[in-house]
């Protein structure tokens, strides 16, 4: 719902005008004099301010300054009388969006409304994109052509023109938010806002208001009207990552928004309507989470409606070589030299496990690019112990893989196939004592035991 602010110091004429913006969908605040709407500029979220050019105390051209010493972007529409319009004209010089002549029609005040806070709304958009730089291109930078990779794209063409909630689960790393991005950008809401909430960044009662809003006065800190994501999000796509999260009380007034599209602020009891799809996203099994009670089995039914998973960097090694090229490349340009990576380098990247997944490689190869010697990033750029390196690095530069490596087999069935041999060999060597074949190994409990679950190795007992 957008907000305007009328000012006028006629109260007939301050009434009509605010009745035909209501009856439009506006949320409308009144005042008498450019004194009395001072204050609610200041403490208000507006999206525009109609005021009259004559007023006594403080005339139109005075308010109009005021405002835009706040607020430089925030549009104003001056209504004038016919002998003050070249005092209007030079008002618009000042900042003003328009002006209005009395007398006009009810067309003629709508039309320049729309068209002021379309305009505000604009720059708003454009203003967050701003502050996000987060570039966006085919799939919201998503890469990646394995089968797991090609199975989320079909996905997301088949959801993206629909206005169905998505869930979207994978551990941490994996992309979830890449995934909400190319979903809103590929829907029929890509020019609206994309509004994302982190619900684990925040405390319980920052979160409510975050996400709804909240009116002047309705905790300590709550100096002014501030609307919340779902305001922003209007007519566009909200993501809430960590849904899982998300605390109990909340979870019910989400809930509600799903189900009726409407709200109040925080302290407030005007109900709000809104048009946003929601996208949300768990590292938590939430199935799991309704049969433990922590999670209300009707929202993630809500929530539900479309899944949509996303495979661990392991499970799909073929993807690593192109996300490291395009890692390399963003640091080559963020940097200011050219960049490149040793084949030995690349054959290391691809046989770690990547527990942090795409965001655990993204920040190696950054770090790599920061460190190496030279353009060229080597073995020793990406591993973390040196003397564990030197080793490695000497017996796969000796290796002459074709001797024993049918040619026919890619490099996925390759490393798992090795990969499977030292998992079954080192929980041999230590008597099948998982903590003491992982340690063998150099990787997790947790992680030894996925993957004792991918090859089908069964546990044994001492």
Known sequence: MHTILIVDDEPNYQIILAEILRDEGYEVFTADSGIAGLPIVYSTDLDLVVSDMKMPGMDGIEFLSKIKEYNRELPVILITAYAEVEKAVEAMRLGAFTYLAKPFSNQQLLASVTKAVEHYGLIREIRRLRDEATPRSGFGGMIGKSAPMRAVYQLIEKVAPTPSSVLITGESGTGKELVARAIHNLSPRKDAPFISVNCAALSEHLLESELFGHEKGAFTDAVAMRKGRFELADSGTLFLDEIGEMPPQLQAKLLR???????????????????????????????????????????????????IHLSPLRERVDDIPALVTHFIEKNSQNLGKSLDISPEALRLLVSLPWEGNVRELENTIERAAILCNGDRIEPEDVHPDSMELASAHEWSTSLEISQFIPEHLSLAEVLNGIEEKLVRKALEDNFYVQARAAEQLGITKSLLQYKMKKYNVQRRKR
């Open 257 to 307: 928004v799903l189900q009726e599209k409407c709200f109040e602020r925080v302290g407030g009891s005007v109900t709000q309507q809104v048009d946003v799809r929601i996208l949300a996203a768990t590292n938590k099994d939430l199935k799991d989470e309704v049969e433990k009670g922590h999670f209300r089995e009707d929202l993630y039914y809500r929530l539900n409606v479309i899944h």
